[in-house]
Nanobody, 125 residues
Framework: VQLVESGGGLVQPGGSLRLSCAAS????????IGWFRQAPGKEREGVSC????????YYADSVKGRFTISRDNAKNTVYLQMNSLKPEDTAVYYC???????????????????WGKGTLVTVSS
């Protein structure tokens, strides 16, 4: 069981980053892989999630229109393309495997089984 994030770093406001989550085949066989973040002093929040079977995607309202999640099943990898980054996007970003489902209010709920160690994204000038 392994999830490894990469792609974090320092970027200026308005810039872009692409995060990658490389998963072992076992974890990729779960229903979904999602991205989550935790900023200093704040609770963890769900950012985006994708079904590894049918490609259904979910996004938090705060990132809709700016972030795009995608998957490459052949590589057991999920990506998070982050555009128009804002200082409030600064956080440690984690990927996790498990299950995601609509909350019927435009966001999503989740129950994740395995977590990566995270990658730091800092948006600052």
């Amino acid at each position: 069981v392994q999830l490894v994030e990469s792609g974090g770093g320092l970027v200026q406001p308005g810039g872009s980053l692409r995060l990658s989550c490389a998963a072992s085949a076992f974890t990729f066989d779960n229903d979904a892989i999602g991205w989550f973040r935790q900023a200093p002093g704040k609770e963890r929040e769900g950012v985006s999630c994708i079904s590894t079977s049918d490609g259904t995607t979910y996004y938090a309202d705060s990132v809709k229109g700016r972030f795009t999640i995608s998957r490459d099943n052949a590589k057991n990898t999920v990506y998070l393309q982050m555009n128009s980054l804002k200082p409030e996007d600064t956080a440690v970003y984690y990927c996790a495997s498990g299950a995601c489902y609509s909350d019927f209010f435009g966001g999503f709920n989740y129950g994740m089984d395995y977590w990566g160690k995270g990658t730091l994204v800092t948006v600052s000038s």
